[in-house]
Every structure is written in structure tokens, then in C-alpha cells.
């Protein structure tokens, strides 16, 4: 074996990270000139600890092999590997004291070992505190029997990268952008791009309205008597919300959009259909008499949520609607149908299958079902092209409360037969599955995470039905989650900087994504 190396004094420590296949060509089999050392773990947040031991396993060999567990075998903790497997190898990489990075497919090291057969095999002191674990005896066994030998490095100072990351997260968010459009050889070109790629595509959407009303009040006392708290009224602002504003984000997008509701005979009717055409959206709206528009009313004093009062009728919506709604599914040839379940009337289990069968041949589906405090469930809109529930509403489509995200997300992914899944994870982000059927292995990986790109949050009300819009767009435009992903969350992150539902334009992405650009580029 030729002496390792050393890729990073040429400028590209990227060159360390092989396949364990180009490894074992290059270390070659034992007897070796140069004796080879590898150390094996997760190196989620690479910390002091992990420093002293990767530092104490080099001066044991002449060439150090650090492997690391993939981000599909971590199931340790919730929302864990905090950093994807791209920026785990990279950070090692970038270490002049690691000459070669692989990442192992498995979920333990014993195939790597038997097969690549190193010298020694490095663990940290803390795997023999009470005893060797079973795995760290299988390990042992495996390199004993070739003839290789186990080091426990000193650990005078046991450091955690769960406790760190626990304590106070790094803001990686632009990291993790970065690895992930390198790994499927996109750039922020293909980002903008896409942005003018989705004007024009035709998008039908279908679901509950809703008017969100926010009272603006000021605190003037309580009453000493009963628990009432006195307020001052400064002025009401209406939004359009729901499933219209879903249609309203489209619209803003450049998409052209038309839209089938369900309205009462009431005065928010003619508000809603006055917003509606403002804002270019053809709107079908079935009038109900005895059913009143949704209206969620909201008493808001210094920037607080006093009070929410909804006015509403969540019965399901009549036959003679049904049949209205399935007419004008069935007449628009579009190129995406957007089911926006709010539960209010329109979506239920009687309902979803034949409002599902109307959608025309060829239509790019998407169904996105808000119901997690009703009883609705996204697993209704079965085989959908994308699917975008939050955490809660996973774990109530399964009825599972303590799995870990990302095998919630892969369960979910699998029961409702989707195409792609983007599971909205609040101020922590967003996780992607996706089909991989018709592709190579090994060249896209099935799940990612985008952390969050807001940094300013005013209301994060609303943000998930803009994530919808831009990422259903990009994802028909484009093909690539990964775009869509990413034009979703920052979409949503604008969103969550407004108080209310106000449509995310195009210019406003496009904003935010040249700060992320900047910021990627050490501004």
C-alpha cells in the first residue's frame, strides 16, 4: 500500500471521503507496509472528545480510517443525526488527522471490518464502563479473528454530542442546503431557475375556506371579582385562509389557479369571493345556506393570543354538492390538483374517494389534510404524487406516539403510497421521503432534512400552507424534492416573518433565497 494521501494540503479534503470499496483498494490486504487504524461512530456534532480519540488512534498507525454510521441506522433520539451524513464526512475530512472518511451502509461496522481488515480498530474507554457490550463483543470477535486488535483510546473527559446539541443547536441551516445541493449536483441557479419554471402551470385546488379574523386590542385592567381580563378595541383584520389561501400562494407563484369551495349565505360570502378575484383566483364557490363560512377569530392584545373563537359547521357537505364539487374537478385539465383538507365539510372518508376518482388522468395529485385536533387523517388520500402532514398529524394517521421522526416519517411514507412525503417539522423544519423506484442505487438517498430558514417568527400560522403551494409547484416543474424541499421552506420561513395570511410572491422567495446565497457565500 502506497503511503495515504494527504488530499486537504491540495485544497480538497473532500477527496478523503471514498466508498469502502476504493478503500480497500487502496490500503490493500494484510501484511500491510503502512499499518491502517479505524475508528467507527456517529460524529453527529465532532466535539473535544471525538478530537482526543481520533488524535490518541493516529499515533497507534500510519494511516487513520474514520467510518461513520449512516443516517438511516441512527435511532437513537429524536431528530437525530442533527447533521446529515455529507456534513458528518466532511467535518472529519476536513481533519489533517484523518486521512480517509467512508460511510458505512450498515447498521454496524462488522462487514467493513471483515472485509477491509485494519490493523486496529479503535473505541472510546467509555465501551467498557460496566462490562463490554454485546455488539463490542461481536466486533472484537470479528477482529481477533483475523488476526487485527482492539484499542480502547483514553477518555479522561466524556463529552456528548446529544447534551451539546440539546442545550443549544447550531444553525446549520445553510450547511445543510449546501451538502444536499452538492450531493445531487444542483446550485442556487437551479433554485431561481425553477422559480420561473412553475409560471403558468395550472393548478386546480379544492377545500374548506376558512376567514381568519384578528381583533387588535389593547390590555386596560380585570376585574377584581371574576377571572376577566378588560381589553381596548383598536381595529379587525380579515384574512382569506384555509384552503383559499393555498390557492391565493399559487397564484402569487405565477401559477394559474382555479378553486372549488363551499361558502354559507353569509357576509363573509361576498368577501371571499371579492378577495379571491383580486387576487386572480377562479373561484367555484357552492353555497351551502345553512352552513356558515368557517370564521376563526382571533383577540390578539400586545402581540399575545388572548382568546380564539371559531364559527363554523364541520357536517359533511351535502350530496347534491358532492356531485357539484366532482363535476368541476372532472372539467378542469390541469396540471396539478391540490386537495386541502381542513375537515370543515368537504373531505371525509364517504367523500375523498370519489372527489379523488374525478381528478383528470395525468394530473400531478397533492393532498395536504390539517385536521390533527379533528378526526381526519392523511392516510384518506391514498397513492397521492405529494403529501405534506406536520409531525402531529403523522403521528395521528398511525396512531404512534413515541417513535422517533424519521422512522414515523418512513412508516407514513410506506401506509399512504405516496410519491414524495414532506413532513413539516415546525421551527426544527422539514423531512423528505421519496420514491426511489427506477433509480440507481446509491445515487439520490431515499430521506433528507432542510432545518428551518426563518429567523424571524411573528406567526408561524400559515407557514405550512405555503411550503405546500411552492412545493408542489417546483416539485411538477422540476422532478427534484430537493428543489421542492427547499422552495417550500423558504417559502414557509417568509410566511412565518407576517402576522396573518398574506400571500408569499415570487420576489419574496427570491429575496430570501439571494440572503441565503450570500450567507452561503460568507456574504
Known amino acids: 500500500m502506497k503511503a495515504p494521501t494527504k488530499a486537504g494540503a491540495h485544497g480538497d479534503f473532500r477527496r478523503k471521503i471514498i466508498t469502502s470499496d476504493a478503500l480497500a483498494r487502496l490500503i490493500g490486504a494484510r501484511p500491510r507496509e503502512h499499518s491502517v487504524i479505524m475508528c467507527h461512530g456517529t460524529f453527529d456534532l465532532v466535539h473535544p472528545g471525538h478530537i482526543r480519540h481520533l488524535v490518541y488512534a493516529k499515533s497507534k498507525a500510519d494511516v487513520l480510517v474514520a467510518s461513520l454510521t449512516s443516517d438511516e441506522h441512527i435511532l437513537k433520539a429524536q431528530n437525530r443525526p442533527y447533521v446529515p451524513e455529507d456534513l458528518r464526512a466532511m467535518n472529519l475530512a476536513a481533519l489533517e488527522v484523518v486521512d480517509y472518511v467512508i460511510v458505512d451502509p ?59 446539541i440539546e442545550a443549544e443547536p447550531p444553525d446549520i441551516a445553510v450547511e445543510k442546503l449546501l451538502a444536499l445541493l452538492e450531493a445531487e449536483s444542483l446550485t442556487f441557479a437551479d433554485l431561481y431557475k425553477t422559480l420561473d419554471r412553475v409560471k403558468g402551470l395550472k393548478v386546480h385546488v379544492v377545500g374548506d375556506t376558512i376567514v381568519d379574523s384578528y381583533t387588535q386590542c389593547v390590555p386596560i385592567g380585570s376585574s377584581t371579582k371574576t377571572p376577566t381580563l378588560s381589553v381596548r378595541f383598536e381595529h379587525q383584520t380579515d384574512f382569506v385562509g384555509g384552503a383559499a389561501i393555498v390557492a391565493k400562494h399559487l397564484k402569487a407563484a405565477g401559477a394559474e389557479v382555479s378553486f372549488s369551495t363551499i361558502l354559507g349565505d353569509d357576509r363573509w360570502h361576498d368577501f371571499v369571493l371579492q378577495d379571491l378575484a ?20 382571533v383577540i390578539v392584545a400586545n ?83 405529494l403529501i405534506t402532514p406536520n409531525e402531529r398529524e403523522a403521528r395521528f394517521a ?126
Open 106 to 164: 450498515d447498521p454496524t461496522p462488522l462487514r467493513n471490518l471483515q472485509r477491509l481488515q485494519p490493523d486496529y480498530f479503535a473505541k472510546g474507554y467509555e465501551y467498557t464502563a460496566g462490562g463490554l457490550h454485546p455488539r463490542t463483543r461481536e466486533e472484537i470477535a470479528v477482529i481477533e479473528g483475523y488476526g487485527g486488535e482492539i484499542i480502547f483510546t483514553p477518555a479522561d473527559v466524556v463529552y456528548s454530542s446529544s447534551a451539546i
Open 278 to 297: 383580486a387576487a386572480g383566483v377562479d373561484c367555484h364557490a357552492v353555497t351551502e345556506p345553512k352552513r356558515p363560512t368557517t370564521n376563526k377569530a
Open 303 to 385: 402581540g399575545y393570543h388572548l382568546l380564539k373563537i371559531d364559527t363554523l359547521d364541520n357536517r359533511p357537505i351535502s350530496e347534491k354538492t358532492r356531485l357539484d364539487l366532482e363535476k368541476h374537478i372532472a372539467s378542469r385539465n390541469g396540471d396539478i390538483v391540490v386537495f386541502s383538507d381542513f375537515r370543515h365539510g368537504i373531505f371525509n372518508k364517504s367523500t375523498i374517494p370519489s372527489l379523488a376518482a374525478a381528478i383528470p388522468p395525468g394530473a400531478f395529485k397533492v393532498a395536504d389534510s390539517q385536521v390533527a385536533t379533528r378526526w381526519g387523517n392523511i392516510l384518506e388520500f391514498p397513492a397521492f404524487d
Open 398 to 523: 398511525l396512531a404512534e406516539q413515541e417513535l422517533p421522526v424519521r422512522p414515523l416519517a418512513l412508516e407514513l411514507f410506506k401506509r399512504a403510497g405516496c410519491g414524495t412525503l414532506i413532513l413539516k417539522l415546525g421551527a426544527r423544519g422539514a423531512l423528505t421521503y421519496r420514491s426511489l423506484v427506477g433509480v440507481p442505487e446509491g445515487n439520490v438517498r431515499a430521506f433528507f432534512v432542510l432545518d428551518s430558514f426563518a429567523d424571524r417568527i411573528v406567526d408561524a400560522v400559515g407557514s405550512g400552507d405555503a411550503l405546500l403551494a411552492y412545493a408542489s409547484l417546483a416539485l411538477k416543474a422540476t422532478g427534484s424534492e430537493v428543489i421542492a424541499t427547499a422552495l417550500g421552506s423558504i417559502a414557509a420561513a417568509v410566511e412565518c416573518g407576517r402576522e396573518g395570511n398574506i400571500p408569499v410572491t415570487v420576489d419574496d422567495v427570491r429575496e430570501t433565497l439571494a440572503h441565503i446565497e450570500k450567507t452561503a457565500n460568507y456574504g
